[in-house]
């Protein structure tokens, strides 16, 4: 069909431009080009057309990669098995990204760390920039994805760096979206929406409309993160008709959910339910996991607002089991040792007994050494068989210690279990800078008594579920709650310097929402709440207590003017005491309120807080 190599390359790269906005089509293209040249393949080929078909192979696993793992890691496998046969360097990077991302998908980010830096590795020995830039920003994809953002941009800010100098334009646009992804993670809204938008127009420029539907995405995350709902639902539709043209269905389940929760924000419950629907079922066929999780989530909060009880516990088993899945870990690698170690065993004695065999002189001994070989096999068939019944004990008995150790992280900071498991115990610490932040609700008691126990519940777990998901985002440690009081602290166990600031931050989140809750509340003439909030900060000793039920606790006077903070503070608003004032007043537009009497006649300079102090670089 085609007269030279060239001739057949130039017709494939016709069908990879003219196909780019719809997906099945470029797939059957890609098939289609792949049987062709199977059919015009010579048995004299040479590596160059081995290489051909490498990059005929490669898009055309990638479109599988979030659909179908069967088929993607096959197309993987046939990439690395032609390229290791002649050589190639870029084909053997590509199986080892193919791998990285299918794993990754898959949340098994371990695997897929490990494939990447396989292929780092390849890269850097073959001294192609081209391929480290690439390579880097598929290892900062996997460590957004397990949300350890702060190695992400590491590797990403390298990639990016990379790029710039080689002039490599056509991967500009995904380095930067996830370094948007980043910045976001952390927490600094500023940085990602730049490197978004920045995103967005280099992908719409070049017409890659898929990267632009996913640089969307987050622009209308941003939005959604500073509260105007109006604007990140634009946003996130805008996507979502462009996903729908025919890309991945990750992509298009993503831009539902982003979609539905602006709808939710909105207090738009009913339109939010169909496309929280729509993206749930998505994610069950394609067995997006992340994704499928987020979707559980939110259809719970929504049936939740419905008063539809029965539907809302439904999607948070769901949730529960979708976050078991994520991070339990099956893997075999012992066995699989063993089973290597018994076969290079038997290989190594017939070995022995043939040479053995070549030695004997008398039929006599030959047969004395037969019987002594069959003596061994059996004996070892024997102890592979034990060894096979030991190891199935010992994984029972894992699985449930991995359970256990679930449990226990749980109910307590990482590290205090770690120290816990190890030693029995756990010392209690000081801490020099730790900031404490209580809240509780104006007038519990009175309001309570207009709810049944049922309503008060799921309300107390609405907002204590919501205080706990913005306080994660600032690595806050949560330490208990009494009743409507909510207690966490930042700067333990992990010693910061920025704990002031977070907490803070924190504060005025949980501020924000509590007032629209309030408002949505208010207006379907429903009992709300008014929050107060109080935060101090100074010295305290943190560590276990008691013998049975463990738990985590703070203990100083930084913790009790912290209460008192908060008792003396104004519903709606977030009261810090000067101690907290001067660590934090160069960034937050504060209100001095003078000395408040606190108990014991004591007075204590306090503040209000408005609003973050936007700081312009220089």
């Keep these: 069909m085609f007269k030279t190599l060239e001739g057949f390359f130039t017709v494939l790269l016709f069908f990879a431009v003219k196909c780019y906005s719809q997906n099945q089509h470029k797939i059957d293209s890609l098939e289609g080009a792949i049987k062709q040249f199977e059919h015009d393949r010579k048995p004299s080929d040479d590596k160059l057309k081995d290489s051909i078909k490498i990059n005929i192979l490669y898009p055309l696993g990638k479109e599988y990669w979030s659909s179908d793992e069967k088929k993607s890691m096959d197309y993987a496998r046939q990439i690395m098995s032609l390229s290791e046969k002649i050589g190639y360097k870029k084909g053997i990077c590509e199986a080892y990204w193919s791998y990285g991302y299918i794993k990754s998908y898959r949340s098994n980010y371990a695997e897929a760390l490990d494939y990447l830096l396989k292929g780092l590795k390849v890269a850097e020995d073959a001294g192609d920039k081209r391929l480290i830039a690439t390579s880097l920003n598929y290892i900062g994809l996997v460590y957004n994805n397990k949300q350890d953002y702060k190695n992400a941009l590491g590797f990403l800010k390298r990639s990016i760096l990379i790029a710039e100098e080689g002039g490599y334009e056509d991967i500009y646009a995904n380095i930067i979206n996830?370094?948007?992804?980043?910045?976001?993670?952390?927490?600094?809204?500023?940085?990602?929406?730049?490197?978004?938008?920045?995103?967005?127009?280099?992908?719409?420029?070049?017409?890659?409309?898929r990267q632009y539907s996913v640089c969307l995405i987050g622009v209308g995350e941003i939005y959604g993160k500073e509260h105007n709902y109006e604007k990140s639902l634009e946003v996130h539709e805008k996507g979502l008709k462009i996903a729908e043209a025919g890309f991945d269905k990750n992509t298009l389940a993503n831009c539902l959910n982003y979609v539905a929760l602006d709808l939710f924000n909105l207090g738009n419950n009913e339109e939010a339910l169909k496309y929280e629907t729509r993206a749930l079922k998505i994610t069950q066929e394609i067995n997006a996991e992340d994704v499928q999780k987020d979707c559980y989530f939110l259809l719970e909060q929504i049936y939740a607002k419905n008063k539809d009880f029965k539907s809302a516990f439904d999607n948070e088993v769901g949730y529960d089991q979708i976050c078991d899945s994520i991070y339990k870990t099956l893997k075999n690698e012992k066995f699989a040792q063993l089973q290597m170690e018994y076969d290079f065993e038997k290989k190594q004695a017939k070995e022995k007994a043939d040479q053995e065999k070549k030695d004997l002189n008398s039929k006599e001994e030959i047969k004395k050494r037969k019987y002594i070989r069959y003596g061994i096999m059996g004996g070892m068939t024997m102890f592979i068989f034990f060894l096979f019944v030991v190891f199935r004990q010992k994984k029972k008995i894992t699985d449930e210690k991995h359970r256990s150790d679930e449990l226990l992280h749980n109910i307590l900071p990482e590290e205090v279990a770690m120290e816990l498991k190890e030693t029995g115990f756990s010392k209690a610490k000081r801490y020099e800078l730790v900031t404490v932040m209580f809240t509780d609700f104006k007038d519990f008691t009175r309001i309570s008594e207009q709810l049944t126990p049922e309503q008060l519940v799921t309300e107390i777990d609405y907002c204590f579920r919501n205080f706990d998901y913005i306080i994660n985002k600032y690595g806050i440690e949560k330490i208990k709650t009494m009743g409507d009081s909510y207690m966490c602290a930042g700067g333990i166990p992990k010693k910061n310097k920025t704990n002031p600031e977070y907490v803070v931050k924190a504060a005025i989140e949980i501020r924000d929402f509590m007032i629209n809750h309030k408002k949505e509340?208010?207006?379907?003439?429903?009992?709300?709440?008014?929050?107060?909030?109080?935060?101090?900060?100074g010295q305290v000793v943190a560590g276990i207590v008691g013998m049975k039920k463990f738990a985590y606790d703070i203990w100083g006077d930084t913790v009790n003017l912290a209460s008192k903070i908060e008792t003396a503070g104004e519903p709606g608003k977030v009261n810090i005491s000067e101690n907290t004032y001067l660590l934090v007043k160069d960034k937050f537009d504060c209100i001095k309120r003078g000395k408040i009497m606190i108990r014991n006649k004591v007075e204590v300079d306090m503040y209000f807080v408005n609003e973050q102090v936007k700081v312009l670089n220089d």
């Excluded at 509340?521 to 935060?535: L, M, Q, W, Y």
């Design 178 to 209: 996830n370094i948007g992804n980043s910045y976001s993670g952390l927490g600094d809204n500023k940085l990602a929406m730049e490197n978004y938008q920045k995103s967005a127009e280099i992908a719409e420029k070049d017409g890659n409309m």
């Design 521 to 537: 509340k208010d207006a379907k003439g429903e009992v709300s709440f008014e929050i107060r909030i109080g935060i101090n900060s």
